[in-house]
């Protein structure tokens, strides 16, 4: 049981743990690791270590770029059937793990229950798998009828020489429905993140702007970069139907392609996670004026602020005066809970080693509860969302960034909309921010580690050191945190629990947390008879 | 408790039944695509069997995410940390080999974690390619300055020449090929018991404890997978068999293999090529001619009686009394249990030697096998479900090679009773509403997976009580008035 820590004038200087930690790796290795680990001062421009290659050998939380390609951005999207083009396993892996949900309308197609895979054999490996991808695809359309079919390519793939591509095309002009590959074969990048930027450039070549619907609403927003764990995205849908705001297509929690299709047709884009979405924020700008900004719907002081953010967007009086009946309605009981819940749990500590946004939104619904974040890291975030967009132009560019295409995206004259262009400029010169992203670091406390892809053996050292009261980050993790006495909540999938967006799921999520801190399970861990013992765990290997 | 369960199950078909509905699709007859598999892949498989190693860290030559998704499917069934490293293939591995990677990979395993023994696994990458991981481990050991290092096994596991059982057989058979050694005959058994769960792995130590006969389990991950809460974080866990114990495999009186299908397989890619895939018992018998006695799983009355009576006759001693009385206790509740069970009609799915052994047990309670299915392609599913369930055998519909959407859209026209598997059959039996039992692997939708115990009498004596409960409970549940007495 660790001894409860209490940083009451903020948090001790890590520089001995970080040490210890490199001590371990050899001498060019701790160099380069160095790197990736910063002792926090929110006053000072630090640079962080990320999205670079991790050591073999090192158990990473990292998976590969089909992983962020397939598992992440196209899987929660119900019309299209995502084809997985390789041998069995990587399809197998990715089906449903993420615990995104969907509510298909009367009648619509709903495919996102299903991995399909072309589970290539030995002969497809020797003679090329073309053939059989042809057939699956075929199949797939007589048995389905779908809208749409995306090729997703695993490792074996690009090296047998099977081309996607092509076979989308073909069978496009066969069947006379969109179909659409991906290069996105795991060893391509260094983690999801390079698939989710495959993802972004497939979608929009292929589907966005397909449909040039009339507008059906005064506000048309699209949602981007929220994928619906555990219902997240049902909560915030709840919030712009009340409050009159008609969101076209969110990519891509609880979407469909058709919806994608005439997401153009916004007049404002809203990324919640950066990291894994902000290319197609940028590419529906470039190429139709549509302006993004950053929002975050987890935290209930985030989503008054998002919400006040959509409103002062639109600066429509009747819609202002919408939202701040609803958050004034809403924070009533957020704070009722709030209030009974925080006294318990103040001053604990948490850590948050997790994807590309979550680490950093978080933190926002810990500290609604007096719990601070001693230390967080990102699993495949970049530079920018630890410090922040303005260091995108300094990134070096490396071969694996190289790997991934950068679409070259032209205006489309007959779509452009030079009115949000026009309105942008003037909320700009109001103080309006808009690509309003400042990374993670900025807003931790000062002498808090951060972490970039933590690895099995900093995660020992760093619940050593700290005694957290609460780790966040996923599965593979949950177990090895645990068996050290802490308990762990998984902010991928929620350990079944969710929803945490916006007023109810902030409740939901303050809960969870007494329910998890003041449990008395963990004050067993230690046999009382065990104290004297000194002869425990011989197989322990020394660090 | 499961009638309860079942209840708010049924509630929550009606309640939610739109979220998640896979429509059911009439079968064509041949497909290409799969959907759902009801497999998984083979280093996942390889992976398993080296956790069952003392000492061992299995390493993945392949890309990372092959290792990342398999640690994430390991350790959401078994609830424990599951370390496997990668070599992490990077575009220009493809290119050139990953040989530099495999290397570091190598070395820094040994840095963090001082392992006596490292277990290879290919992937579909480095196969592709044609790696060559033995060469890559050689040219380690030619260039490493360390002293001491630690034992290696490599096993070929390309996912396109077979499932997730290939892959942990040809660990198996590996370790057994590269440590094994003969010498003089001792008094000890050569255990395989193929892929069952932790707690079947401590039920049969416990038997052979109980004859008091010297064995060798391989692979044991009854603790590696299945830790207890720690005081102090251990690097690797404790438990596995010792490298010693392997060596001594060559010398053993005898082997017991559990399974008859093994990675005997007909269909799957290698076997097809060049017959070539060999278990590790066969190899001990063509090279230091230690017998070996291959039977099914121990799974209900008569291929428990077969293990036990084999058991006895190799080592001289008589079947200790507490089997006796479990097997008496077993059979006692056949007869209290009969009436529920007889006549229904179940689908069993899964691994191929499971499903014969389930399907052995269920015939001989009464429920008839109506359908016995799997992922896996050996080809020999049938065969073996014929030999092994003599009662109904005509009727039942063997099927190798099957996807989850094809047991759906069996199950959708002939309506079974009862569904007994993994939990990938889930949102079948939540769409159709037909109970279901959860053993094998993966349970990802509850806890204890790891805990199962599917073997000797007592491990059926828990699946017969479960499965006659589930049978009850649904009745009941559905029954109009409700009934509080059976
Ligand atoms: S490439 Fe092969 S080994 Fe890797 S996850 Fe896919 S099927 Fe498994
Ligand atoms: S084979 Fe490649 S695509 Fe498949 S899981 Fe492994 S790294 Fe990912």
Same mark, same amino acid.
Not at chain 1, 344 to 364: C, I, N, P, W
Not at chain 2, 211 to 236: A, G, K, V
């Given at each position: 049981?660790?001894?409860?820590?209490?940083?009451?004038?903020?948090?001790?200087?890590?520089?001995?743990?970080?040490?210890?930690?490199?001590?371990?790796?050899?001498?060019?290795?701790?160099?380069?690791?160095?790197?990736?680990?910063?002792?926090?001062?929110?006053?000072?421009?630090?640079?962080?270590?990320?999205?670079?290659?991790?050591?073999?050998?090192?158990?990473?939380?990292?998976?590969?770029?089909?992983?962020?390609?397939?598992?992440?951005?196209?899987?929660?999207?119900?019309?299209?059937?995502?084809?997985?083009?390789?041998?069995?396993?990587?399809?197998?892996?990715?089906?449903?793990?993420?615990?995104?949900?969907?509510?298909?309308?009367?009648?619509?197609?709903?495919?996102?229950?299903?991995?399909?895979?072309?589970?290539?054999?030995?002969?497809?490996?020797?003679?090329?798998?073309?053939?059989?991808?042809?057939?699956?695809?075929?199949?797939?359309?007589?048995?389905?009828?779908?809208?749409?079919?995306?090729?997703?390519?695993?490792?074996?793939?690009?090296?047998?020489?099977?081309?996607?591509?092509?076979?989308?095309?073909?069978?496009?002009?066969?069947?006379?429905?969109?179909?659409?590959?991906?290069?996105?074969?795991?060893?391509?990048?260094?983690?999801?993140?390079?698939?989710?930027?495959?993802?972004?450039?497939?979608?929009?070549?292929?589907?966005?702007?397909?449909?040039?619907?009339?507008?059906?609403?005064?506000?048309?927003?699209?949602?981007?970069?929220?994928?619906?764990?555990?219902?997240?995205?049902? &909560?915030?849908?709840?919030?712009?139907?009340?409050?009159?705001?008609?969101?076209?297509?969110?990519?891509?929690?609880?979407?469909?392609?058709?919806?994608? &299709?005439?997401?153009?047709?916004?007049?404002?884009?809203?990324?919640?996670?950066?990291?894994?979405?902000?290319?197609?924020?940028?590419?529906?700008?470039?190429?139709?004026?549509?302006?993004?900004?950053?929002?975050?719907?987890?935290?209930?002081?985030?989503?008054?602020?998002?919400?006040?953010?959509?409103?002062?967007?639109?600066?429509?009086?009747?819609?202002?005066?919408?939202?701040?009946?609803?958050?004034?309605?809403?924070?009533?009981?957020?704070?009722?809970?709030?209030?009974?819940?925080?006294?318990?749990?103040?001053?604990?500590?948490?850590?948050?080693?997790?994807?590309?946004?979550?680490?950093?939104?978080?933190?926002?619904?810990?500290?609604?509860?007096?719990?601070?974040?001693?230390?967080?890291?990102?699993?495949?975030?970049?530079?920018?969302?630890?410090?922040?967009?303005?260091?995108?132009?300094?990134?070096?560019?490396?071969?694996?960034?190289?790997?991934?295409?950068?679409?070259?995206?032209?205006?489309?004259?007959?779509?452009?909309?030079?009115?949000?262009? &026009?309105?942008?400029?003037?909320?700009?010169?109001?103080?309006?921010?808009?690509?309003?992203?400042?990374?993670?670091?900025?807003?931790?406390?000062?002498?808090?580690?951060?972490?970039?892809?933590?690895?099995?053996?900093?995660?020992?050292?760093?619940?050593?050191?700290?005694?957290?009261?609460?780790?966040?980050?996923?599965?593979?993790?949950?177990?090895?945190?645990?068996?050290?006495?802490?308990?762990?909540?998984?902010?991928?999938?929620?350990?079944?629990?969710?929803?945490?967006?916006?007023?109810?799921?902030?409740?939901?999520?303050?809960?969870?947390?007494?329910?998890?801190?003041?449990?008395?399970?963990?004050?067993?861990?230690?046999?009382?008879?065990?104290?004297?013992?000194?002869?425990?765990?011989?197989?322990?290997?020394?660090? | 408790?499961?009638?309860?369960?079942?209840?708010?199950?049924?509630?929550?078909?009606?309640?939610?039944?739109?979220?998640?509905?896979?429509?059911?699709?009439?079968?064509?007859?041949?497909?290409?695509?799969?959907?759902?598999?009801?497999?998984?892949?083979?280093?996942?498989?390889?992976?398993?069997?080296?956790?069952?190693?003392?000492?061992?860290?299995?390493?993945?030559?392949?890309? @990372?995410?092959?290792?990342?998704?398999?640690?994430?499917?390991?350790?959401?069934?078994?609830?424990?940390?599951?370390?496997?490293?990668?070599?992490?293939?990077?575009?220009?591995?493809?290119?050139?080999?990953?040989?530099?990677?495999?290397?570091?990979?190598?070395?820094?395993?040994?840095? @963090?974690?001082?392992?006596?023994?490292?277990?290879?696994?290919?992937?579909?990458?480095?196969?592709?390619?044609?790696?060559?991981?033995?060469?890559?481990?050689?040219?380690?050991?030619?260039?490493?300055?360390?002293?001491?290092?630690?034992?290696?096994?490599?096993?070929?596991?390309?996912?396109?020449?077979?499932?997730?059982?290939?892959?942990?057989?040809?660990?198996?058979?590996?370790?057994?090929?590269?440590?094994?050694?003969?010498?003089? !005959?001792?008094?000890?058994?050569?255990?395989?018991?193929?892929?069952?769960?932790?707690?079947?792995?401590? @039920?049969?130590?416990?038997?052979?404890?109980?004859?008091?006969?010297?064995?060798?389990?391989?692979?044991?991950?009854?603790?590696?997978?299945?830790?207890?809460?720690?005081?102090?974080?251990?690097?690797?866990?404790?438990?596995?068999?010792?490298?010693?114990?392997?060596?001594?495999?060559?010398?053993?009186?005898?082997?017991?293999?559990?399974?008859?299908?093994?990675?005997?397989?007909?269909?799957?890619?290698?076997?097809?090529?060049?017959?070539?895939?060999?278990?590790?018992?066969?190899?001990?018998?063509?090279?230091?001619?230690?017998?070996?006695?291959?039977?099914?799983?121990?799974?209900? #009355?008569?291929?428990?009686?077969?293990?036990?009576?084999?058991?006895?006759?190799?080592?001289?001693?008589?079947?200790?009394?507490?089997?006796?009385?479990?097997?008496?206790?077993?059979?006692?509740?056949?007869?209290?249990?009969?009436?529920?069970?007889?006549?229904?009609?179940?689908?069993?799915?899964?691994?191929?030697?499971?499903?014969?052994?389930?399907?052995?047990?269920?015939?001989?309670?009464?429920?008839? #096998?109506?359908?016995?299915?799997?992922?896996?392609?050996?080809?020999?599913?049938?065969?073996?479900?014929?030999?092994?369930?003599?009662?109904?055998?005509?009727?039942?519909?063997?099927?190798?090679?099957?996807?989850?959407?094809?047991?759906?859209?069996?199950?959708?026209?002939?309506?079974?009773?009862?569904?007994?598997?993994?939990? !990938?059959?889930?949102?079948?039996?939540?769409?159709?509403?037909?109970?279901?039992?959860?053993?094998?692997?993966?349970?990802?939708?509850?806890?204890?997976?790891?805990?199962?115990?599917?073997?000797?009498?007592?491990?059926?004596?828990?699946?017969?009580?479960?499965?006659?409960?589930?049978?009850?409970?649904?009745?009941?549940?559905?029954?109009?008035?409700?009934?509080?007495?059976?």
């Amino acid at each position: 049981m660790p001894n409860r820590k209490n940083y009451i004038n903020g948090l001790p200087d890590p520089s001995t743990l970080k040490e210890e930690i490199l001590k371990k790796y050899p001498p060019k290795l701790a160099k380069k690791r160095a790197k990736g680990l910063v002792i926090n001062d929110p006053n000072l421009e630090q640079e962080i270590m990320a999205n670079v290659r991790t050591i073999p050998g090192i158990i990473t939380q990292r998976g590969c770029t089909y992983a962020g390609c397939k598992g992440v951005v196209l899987g929660p999207t119900r019309d299209i059937i995502n084809l997985v083009h390789g041998p069995i396993g990587c399809s197998f892996y990715a089906w449903l793990t993420r615990r995104n949900q969907t509510r298909p309308l009367e009648g619509e197609d709903n495919y996102i229950t299903y991995s399909f895979s072309t589970d290539m054999q030995d002969e497809n490996i020797v003679f090329g798998g073309e053939a059989k991808l042809k057939e699956a695809v075929r199949e797939a359309y007589e048995i389905f009828k779908p809208k749409a079919i995306g090729i997703f390519s695993t490792c074996p793939v690009g090296l047998i020489g099977d081309d996607v591509h092509s076979v989308s095309r073909d069978m496009k002009a066969e069947l006379g429905i969109n179909i659409f590959g991906f290069s996105c074969e795991g060893y391509r990048g260094v983690s999801q993140s390079a698939g989710h930027h495959i993802a972004n450039n497939g979608v929009f070549k292929h589907v966005v702007g397909l449909n040039d619907r009339e507008r059906v609403g005064k506000f048309q927003v699209n949602l981007l970069g929220e994928y619906n764990i555990g219902g997240d995205a049902f &909560e915030i849908e709840k919030l712009f139907e009340e409050a009159g705001i008609t969101l076209l297509s969110t990519f891509s929690g609880n979407s469909t392609i058709k919806s994608m &299709e005439y997401s153009h047709t916004a007049d404002l884009n809203m990324v919640m996670c950066h990291r894994s979405i902000n290319y197609i924020a940028e590419m529906m700008e470039e190429k139709y004026g549509i302006p993004w900004i950053k929002v975050s719907f987890v935290g209930a002081e985030s989503t008054c602020k998002s919400l006040r953010k959509i409103a002062d967007y639109f600066g429509d009086a009747d819609l202002k005066a919408k939202v701040e009946e609803i958050i004034a309605r809403e924070m009533a009981k957020v704070e009722a809970v709030k209030s009974s819940i925080r006294p318990k749990v103040e001053g604990k500590l948490a850590m948050m080693f997790v994807g590309g946004s979550r680490a950093h939104h978080y933190q926002d619904l810990f500290a609604e509860l007096g719990i601070r974040t001693v230390s967080a890291g990102y699993e495949f975030a970049h530079r920018d969302d630890y410090e922040g967009r303005k260091v995108i132009p300094s990134i070096k560019i490396d071969a694996d960034t190289r790997n991934i295409e950068e679409l070259s995206v032209t205006k489309d004259e007959a779509h452009f909309r030079p009115d949000l262009v &026009e309105k942008k400029a003037e909320l700009v010169s109001k103080g309006f921010e808009f690509k309003d992203y400042d990374g993670m670091m900025p807003d931790m406390l000062k002498n808090s580690l951060v972490i970039d892809d933590v690895n099995h053996w900093e995660t020992e050292k760093l619940i050593e050191f700290y005694k957290p009261d609460v780790f966040c980050a996923g599965i593979k993790e949950k177990y090895v945190v645990q068996k050290a006495g802490v308990p762990l909540k998984q902010l991928h999938s929620y350990d079944y629990g969710g929803p945490y967006t916006a007023f109810d799921g902030a409740i939901n999520f303050y809960v969870e947390m007494e329910r998890m801190l003041a449990t008395n399970i963990w004050k067993m861990i230690d046999a009382p008879w065990k104290h004297e013992s000194e002869l425990v765990g011989s197989m322990t290997i020394e660090a | 408790m499961r009638n309860l369960e079942l209840g708010i199950w049924n509630l929550k078909l009606k309640k939610n039944a739109m979220i998640e509905n896979t429509p059911i699709i009439k079968s064509t007859p041949e497909y290409t695509a799969t959907r759902n598999a009801c497999k998984l892949c083979a280093p996942l498989g390889a992976s398993v069997a080296f956790k069952g190693i003392r000492g061992c860290v299995p390493i993945i030559h392949g890309g @990372q995410g092959c290792a990342t998704y398999i640690r994430r499917y390991l350790i959401s069934h078994y609830k424990e940390p599951v370390d496997i490293a990668s070599s992490n293939f990077t575009e220009e591995s493809t290119i050139f080999g990953g040989g530099a990677n495999c290397l570091a990979a190598i070395e820094n395993v040994i840095s @963090q974690y001082q392992p006596e023994v490292i277990g290879m696994a290919t992937t579909c990458l480095s196969e592709t390619i044609g790696d060559d991981v033995k060469f890559y481990i050689q040219n380690f050991k030619d260039l490493t300055d360390r002293e001491t290092l630690p034992h290696f096994i490599s096993a070929s596991t390309p996912s396109y020449q077979g499932s997730h059982i290939d892959g942990f057989h040809e660990a198996v058979a590996s370790a057994v090929k590269l440590i094994a050694e003969g010498g003089e !005959k001792g008094e000890h058994l050569n255990i395989f018991p193929g892929f069952v769960s932790p707690e079947d792995l401590r @039920q049969i130590k416990n038997i052979l404890e109980d004859f008091t006969i010297p064995y060798i389990l391989l692979p044991d991950y009854s603790e590696t997978l299945d830790n207890p809460i720690w005081d102090s974080y251990h690097r690797i866990p404790e438990g596995g068999t010792p490298i010693e114990s392997v060596r001594k495999c060559g010398s053993a009186r005898a082997s017991i293999e559990l399974g008859t299908i093994l990675n005997k397989g007909s269909l799957s890619g290698r076997v097809k090529n060049n017959a070539l895939a060999t278990t590790a018992a066969e190899y001990l018998l063509e090279s230091f001619g230690v017998e070996n006695h291959r039977m099914p799983l121990p799974l209900g #009355v008569s291929n428990c009686d077969h293990f036990f009576e084999t058991l006895s006759q190799l080592s001289g001693k008589e079947i200790p009394m507490k089997y006796t009385k479990e097997r008496g206790r077993l059979i006692d509740s056949y007869v209290d249990g009969h009436k529920y069970v007889f006549g229904k009609r179940a689908v069993v799915y899964g691994e191929e030697d499971l499903v014969v052994a389930l399907s052995a047990f269920l015939n001989e309670i009464g429920i008839e #096998v109506a359908l016995a299915a799997s992922g896996g392609e050996s080809g020999r599913l049938e065969d073996e479900i014929r030999k092994y369930c003599p009662e109904n055998t005509s009727e039942i519909t063997v099927q190798n090679g099957y996807d989850y959407e094809m047991i759906h859209e069996w199950c959708a026209e002939n309506k079974p009773d009862i569904l007994i598997g993994n939990s !990938k059959a889930y949102y079948i039996a939540r769409e159709l509403g037909i109970p279901i039992v959860r053993c094998g692997f993966p349970i990802h939708d509850r806890i204890g997976g790891q805990r199962i115990k599917h073997l000797g009498y007592t491990g059926t004596q828990e699946l017969f009580d479960q499965i006659t409960n589930m049978l009850i409970a649904s009745k009941q549940d559905s029954s109009a008035v409700g009934y509080k007495y059976m």
